[in-house]
């Protein structure tokens, strides 16, 4: 047709050629640029605090021991670890608080895990508030990263109680207060995942299939069980390990829990730069599909 | 119907001979705007033919078929006006709604709104796991509400639900009745400009049907739109001031509401009849004779010198009732007739 209205400027105009009053319309269903959907986010804080505290305190909410999960089964974790890691294949030697060592590394690295699974499943699980309701689709994954936060605090208290009731005793020192900062480096480095998982999944469900294999190699590239140092010589292998910011942020935590020492500033620099680097990224990665998130991809 | 010359968006509803039914304003500022909507989707598609031989077998059974679901919708709704969208099922009443919500972008065609609209649909519990009450609060601070906000409109809201001591249990306990009247609730205490309700009060009891009729009412006095996606003609035509009939993703007539759903309900009892071929018959009639309104709600550039134009000159009637006429020849289902690939 020769006078086929295409964009949403001529949409208006061709209204009002025929005498409605088209004054107030704009365009729905497409992205907001960044800046006004920085403000719209902003606008649902309540709705990601809320729905995140909600999310974390009804995650048990179908077991019978209910939130005693949120202790137990990291605990449960490391008791296994420890089985098999410390009596059976003696990955201790030369280390004095393996206890200790291996449970900042499991606890630690399932917080990780856990945002990247939780982030992948979120948009499809979410899917009925989505349809119910508009709201910035960024609130999702934001919340479900500050679920797995708020979970991972008690994860945290569990750790430190349990580095001091478990042999060799080790008693908490002034160090341990750093354990914070870390902790808050940590769940900005997971909300970045989290983002970026988030959009995967919607598109790619087949994730959270892969995820056991990534998460697999992470564990074992992030010196969890064991000092990498024992199995690795410096070499390329050895840098490309050490700029894994999830090794950094175990041997931090390690580095304050066990040796009572301030970790050094080259890792916390590596630490914030990844964190920031996935928050900003995946970010800007979630918000260019916003759109389309109420789709049913089936 | 037929005459189509005072059937243009700003027709006025003096005619209508039902008493109850919403009558909108002669005039008011357009608040939903949609051009030359369309929607795709791929779907898979398992063949069930019986096969033999292992190399059949093993050759994949499921091909991505592309059903359109809306092919090409026009529309311009006013403030005030209550709009009603009849069909069968499976005729893209609901992919267009919520492509006017802003919910799915549409594979092509612009949508435009004055505010942004307020979908209900009939989805599963919004947070299965928390109580009635909390899914309120949480509602509503989706919708951008306050803390203070959203306590001050709660006891509304749970008193419209009208769930009593239930609105503290579970929602994934909820009968799907229960869940759509929490919903509206929700829904309407956060006071859209724009509401669209898909479904979703055909599942609350009588007591609950006149409580949100009400409501709407209030809403629509105060400048407010509403759509109802309803595939009962009854429905529409006891509460809207215009209906639109679907069919195939198209639409098939737009205009009065006792017209349209006199029409729609010829057609829904002569397929109630196993009448097939006739309605069809008729659903072709009832289509040709919405082409007029449909060619004259379709926007054009005012740039053009040409006006807006009564039919499809020298093209003779829409290639697109074709369909029907195939329908009735085949009565297969539709999309398993547009262009099909094999995924490998």
Redesign the interface.
């Known amino acids: 047709m020769a006078n086929e209205v295409k964009s949403s400027g001529e949409v208006i105009r061709a209204l009002e050629a025929r005498g409605h009053d088209a004054s107030a319309l704009s365009p729905i269903g497409v992205r907001p640029n960044l800046g006004e959907y920085l403000a719209l986010l902003w606008g649902r804080r309540h709705f990601i605090w809320f729905d995140s505290r909600h999310r974390a305190a009804n995650q048990n909410s179908r077991n019978r021991l209910g939130n005693l999960w949120l202790v137990l089964r990291p605990l449960l974790d490391a008791a296994a670890y420890y089985v098999i890691f410390g009596y059976i294949l003696k990955t201790d030697r030369g280390l004095e608080n393996f206890p200790a060592f291996l449970l900042i590394g499991v606890l630690m690295f399932r917080s990780t895990t856990t945002a990247i699974s939780s982030g992948a499943n979120s948009m499809r699980g979410s899917r009925s508030m989505i349809k119910a309701f508009t709201f910035p689709r960024a609130s999702i994954p934001i919340s479900n990263a500050l679920q797995s936060a708020l979970t991972a605090v008690y994860t945290m208290l569990a750790m430190c109680a349990a580095i001091v009731v478990v042999p060799p005793f080790a008693l908490p020192q002034m160090t341990w207060l750093l354990l914070v900062p870390i902790f808050l480096l940590h769940t900005l480095v997971n909300l970045g995942i989290t983002l970026i998982t988030a959009r995967i999944g919607f598109y790619f469900p087949d994730l959270s299939n892969m995820m056991s294999v990534i998460g697999r190699f992470l564990m074992y590239g992030s010196g969890v069980m064991f000092p990498i140092s024992h199995f690795l010589n410096p070499g390329l292998f050895m840098d490309i390990i050490t700029l894994n910011p999830l090794f950094r942020i175990i041997d931090m935590a390690r580095t304050a829990l066990i040796d009572g020492a301030v970790p050094d500033l080259g890792s916390w620099l590596v630490v914030l730069a990844w964190g920031v680097l996935l928050t900003v990224g995946g970010f800007l990665f979630f918000w260019s599909k916003e759109a389309n998130y109420g789709r049913d991809l089936g | 119907m037929a005459e189509t010359s005072d059937d243009?968006?700003?027709h006025d509803e003096e005619s209508t001979l039902a008493e109850s039914p919403w009558v909108a304003p002669e005039r008011?500022?357009?608040?939903v705007?949609a051009?030359?909507l369309r929607m795709r989707?791929k779907?898979?598609r398992t063949d069930r033919t019986p096969r033999k031989g292992i190399a059949a077998k093993l050759l994949p059974r499921k091909h991505m078929v592309a059903v359109a679901a809306v092919r090409g919708v026009d529309l311009?709704v006013?403030e005030g006006e209550f709009v009603g969208i009849i069909g069968r099922n499976g005729s893209g009443k609901s992919t267009l709604l919520?492509?006017?919500?802003?919910?799915?972008?549409?594979t092509s065609g612009?949508?435009?709104?004055?505010?942004?609209?307020?979908?209900?649909?009939v989805?599963?519990?919004?947070?299965g796991?928390?109580t009635g009450a909390?899914n309120i609060?949480?509602?509503f601070?989706?919708?951008?509400?306050?803390?203070d906000e959203?306590d001050g409109k709660f006891e509304a809201a749970a008193e419209l639900s009208a769930l009593g001591d239930a609105v503290d249990l579970p929602m994934r306990t909820y009968s799907s009745g229960m869940g759509a009247r929490l919903?509206f609730a929700i829904s309407v205490m956060a006071e859209p400009k724009i509401l669209m309700i898909d479904e979703a009060l055909s599942t609350g009891d009588a007591t609950f049907a006149e409580r949100s009729k009400r409501k709407m009412d209030e809403m629509l006095g105060a400048a407010g739109t509403v759509f109802m996606v309803n595939h009962g003609a009854k429905t529409i035509e006891n509460m809207c001031s215009r209906a639109i009939w679907m069919e195939k993703g198209r639409i098939v007539m737009d205009g009065d509401t006792f017209d349209v759903t006199k029409r729609y309900r010829s057609f829904a009892y002569r397929m109630a009849q196993n009448r097939e071929e006739e309605a069809m018959e008729y659903l072709r009639d009832a289509f040709e004779e919405g082409a007029e309104q449909r060619a004259a709600s379709r926007?054009?550039?005012?740039?053009?010198a040409?006006e807006?134009r009564s039919g499809l000159p020298g093209r003779g009637p829409d290639p697109f009732t074709g369909i029907f006429t195939q329908e009735t020849a085949a009565r297969r289902f539709p999309g398993g007739r547009s262009d099909s690939s094999t995924n490998s």
Do not use: C, W
């Not at chain 2, 008011?28 to 608040?31: A, C, E, I, Q």
């Not at chain 2, 919520?98 to 799915?104: F, H, P, Q, Y």
């Not at chain 2, 926007?299 to 053009?304: Q, W, Y």
């Open positions: 243009a968006p700003d008011s500022p357009v608040t705007a051009h030359n989707y779907v898979p311009t006013r919520r492509m006017l919500a802003g919910i799915e972008p549409p612009v949508v435009l709104t004055s505010a942004r609209p307020q979908l209900l649909g989805s599963a519990a919004l947070m796991e928390l909390e609060k949480l509602g601070l989706a919708l951008g509400m306050t803390p959203a919903k926007l054009t550039s005012p740039d053009g040409s807006v």
